[in-house]
């Protein structure tokens, strides 16, 4: 996340306001984890799987150390890896691709769609090749995918769908929440999330109870569940600790009514930003959670400059695609991805959270007003830029 003109008079984000609401609570959970000393495994964690679980709508969950474990872990459990390719959108933060990675499988990135720069399920389509052993559909920005369109795209190819709802918490599409529409889901709890805990946490949901125990055995050092002696396979260690599951709980019960103060900030802008800040489409069968109001703008940086010089935080999520970051990078050229490519040059991120104020959102505006007042009127994206539809890669 990128911040600046600190300190700053609307924050891109103010963390101390959210915790104080829920401060005698998590006060409450400290002490009581404190005086039963079960810092690992305590039976906090085992609560928070079961409400998480219910709230997701999966009944299922498996909490674990953080959101980049949890993607690595369902795909671990799926049995995914070396000779496998994993079809990913190339708009999303570098942890999709590196779980990609890190159980052997390669990324393929794909584009997005112009309104709203999710995974565009035409691309997914055409992607699609011999090697293809799933589909991550990242729920960005707090928007939860086309969820039907990339089933109906995994289940005639006989591919998982798998869900990063990092940025989702709580958001609906069509009804259904974030993380129970895939075979599985990962969910990160880093502070900064619409569920953040007070350090590193994640989650796996999922209705698949033999892929959960599998989850739950990898991520315990491959042991048995029924002798902690026995190791069946080679784990490793990610659990959620005791004590975020404990801090993680009260803000569970406010999740929906935080999450609805969100939309309310992003209906604030909708209403006062200037033409020339366009934010993101949202689908009509969504109900989204805004983790991020994202607009595209023109001459970004002088308008992040503007906004820095008078105390407004702001960031740019993400500023290079995946498929453009050396790390990912194969052979000598990157396939060719115009919607993200041409996004990313314009996106920024205004600030957003449960607390924050009318007058806050107001002056965001007025600063924009002010900073994008001579800049062009925004192109139409949706006509101008389409995403290209390229021919399954073929076995090597």
Not at 12 to 26: G, I, K, Y
């Given at each position: 996340?990128?911040?600046?003109?600190?300190?700053?008079?609307?924050?891109?984000?103010?963390?101390?306001?959210?915790?104080?609401?829920?401060?005698?609570?998590?006060?409450?959970?400290?002490?009581?984890?404190?005086?039963?000393?079960?810092?690992?495994?305590?039976?906090?964690?085992?609560?928070?799987?079961?409400?998480?679980?219910?709230?997701?709508?999966?009944?299922?969950?498996?909490?674990?150390?953080?959101?980049?474990?949890?993607?690595?872990?369902?795909?671990?459990?799926?049995?995914?890896?070396?000779?496998?390719?994993?079809?990913?959108?190339?708009?999303?933060?570098?942890?999709?691709?590196?779980a990609v990675r890190a159980v052997g499988a390669t990324p393929r990135f794909v584009d997005v769609r112009p309104g709203d720069l999710l995974v565009d399920p035409a691309a997914v389509a055409a992607a699609v090749g011999p090697r293809t052993a799933a589909v991550v559909a990242v729920h960005?920005?707090?928007?939860?995918?086309?969820?039907?369109?990339?089933?109906?795209?995994?289940?005639?190819?006989?591919?998982?769908?798998?869900?990063?709802?990092?940025?989702?918490?709580?958001?609906?599409?069509?009804?259904?929440?974030?993380?129970?529409?895939?075979?599985?889901?990962?969910?990160?709890?880093?502070?900064?999330?619409?569920?953040?805990?007070?350090?590193?946490?994640?989650?796996?949901?999922?209705?698949?109870?033999?892929?959960?125990?599998?989850?739950?055995?990898?991520?315990?050092?491959?042991?048995?569940?029924?002798?902690?002696?026995?190791?069946?396979?080679?784990?490793?260690?990610?659990?959620?600790?005791?004590?975020?599951?404990?801090?993680?709980?009260?803000?569970?019960?406010?999740?929906?009514?935080?999450?609805?103060?969100?939309?309310?900030?992003?209906?604030?802008?909708?209403?006062?930003?200037?033409?020339?800040?366009?934010?993101?489409?949202?689908?009509?069968?969504?109900?989204?959670?805004?983790?991020?109001?994202?607009?595209?703008?023109?001459?970004?940086?002088?308008?992040?400059?503007?906004?820095?010089?008078?105390?407004?935080?702001?960031?740019?999520?993400?500023?290079?695609?995946?498929?453009?970051?050396?790390?990912?990078?194969?052979?000598?050229?990157?396939?060719?991805?115009?919607?993200?490519?041409?996004?990313?040059?314009?996106?920024?991120?205004?600030?957003?959270?449960?607390?924050?104020?009318?007058?806050?959102?107001?002056?965001?505006?007025?600063?924009?007003?002010?900073?994008?007042?001579?800049?062009?009127?925004?192109?139409?994206?949706?006509?101008?830029?389409?995403?290209?539809?390229?021919?399954?890669?073929?076995t090597p």
């Open positions: 996340m990128t911040t600046v003109g600190l300190p700053t008079a609307v924050p891109f984000l103010d963390l101390t306001a959210e915790h104080e609401r829920v401060r005698p609570e998590l006060d409450a959970a400290w002490t009581a984890v404190l005086a039963h000393g079960r810092f690992v495994g305590g039976p906090e964690v085992a609560a928070f799987e079961q409400e998480f679980g219910a709230f997701v709508g999966t009944g299922g969950c498996v909490g674990v150390g953080n959101g980049t474990d949890a993607l690595e872990l369902i795909l671990a459990a799926l049995g995914i890896g070396r000779g496998c390719e994993v079809i990913v959108p190339t708009n999303t933060f570098v942890a999709t691709a590196e960005l920005f707090g928007q939860v995918a086309d969820m039907p369109a990339l089933a109906a795209v995994a289940d005639r190819h006989g591919l998982a769908l798998v869900e990063d709802a990092a940025q989702a918490h709580g958001a609906r599409r069509d009804g259904v929440r974030a993380g129970a529409a895939g075979v599985a889901a990962a969910f990160s709890f880093y502070p900064g999330k619409n569920l953040g805990a007070l350090g590193d946490g994640g989650a796996v949901t999922s209705r698949d109870a033999d892929l959960l125990a599998r989850v739950r055995r990898l991520a315990d050092h491959g042991r048995d569940p029924h002798d902690r002696h026995l190791h069946r396979t080679s784990g490793r260690n990610s659990r959620l600790d005791t004590l975020q599951a404990a801090a993680l709980r009260p803000r569970l019960r406010r999740l929906d009514v935080d999450n609805e103060a969100r939309r309310q900030v992003v209906a604030r802008y909708a209403e006062r930003l200037p033409a020339r800040c366009r934010l993101l489409d949202v689908d009509p069968r969504s109900e989204p959670v805004h983790h991020l109001a994202v607009v595209r703008v023109d001459r970004r940086d002088e308008v992040g400059a503007a906004l820095g010089a008078a105390g407004i935080g702001w960031g740019v999520h993400y500023p290079v695609p995946c498929h453009r970051q050396p790390a990912f990078r194969t052979g000598h050229h990157a396939p060719v991805l115009p919607v993200a490519e041409a996004a990313a040059r314009r996106i920024l991120s205004l600030p957003c959270f449960p607390a924050m104020t009318p007058a806050q959102v107001d002056r965001v505006a007025d600063v924009l007003a002010g900073a994008t007042r001579d800049t062009d009127p925004p192109p139409d994206d949706g006509a101008a830029i389409r995403p290209v539809v390229t021919a399954p890669r073929s």
